[in-house]
């Protein structure tokens, strides 16, 4: 019942900022969290950086102090602002929503991914 679609990745240089974006629509549950997983070649798909709706935020280590999300409950999108972008950064990034209703179970949606690439 919920759509993802990303937009904002592309090329950048080392040591460059790139600032993703997503917009969710459809059902929006009571209590849900939006962020970012990301996945380069031959890698497992893992944790960027998620905000519930009451603003608790999980972070990466190898992101933190570079990468900073955000938030518009009202409109149910989540931004993902990448500084200091890094090689190894480099990976398809994926939208990410998990919501529930009390006493329902969690469910969760994926966006198709945005290519960001960081090469000199």
């Known amino acids: 019942q919920v759509q993802l679609v990303e937009s904002g990745g592309g090329l950048v240089r080392p040591g460059g900022s790139l600032r993703l974006s997503c917009a969710a629509s459809g059902r929006r549950f009571s209590i849900d969290i939006m962020g970012w997983y990301r996945q380069a070649p031959d890698k497992q798909r893992e944790l960027v950086a998620t905000?519930?709706?009451?603003?608790?935020?999980d972070y990466a280590d190898s992101v933190k102090g570079r990468f900073t999300i955000s938030r518009d409950n009202a409109k149910n999108t989540v931004s993902l602002q990448m500084n200091s972008l890094k090689p190894e950064d480099t990976a398809v990034y994926y939208c990410?929503?998990?919501?529930?209703?009390?006493?329902?179970?969690?469910?969760?949606?994926w966006g198709q991914g945005t290519q960001v690439t960081v090469s000199s």
């Open positions: 990410y929503y998990k919501g529930r209703e009390m006493p329902t179970p969690w469910y969760e949606y």
């Open positions: 905000m519930s709706s009451g603003g608790g935020t």
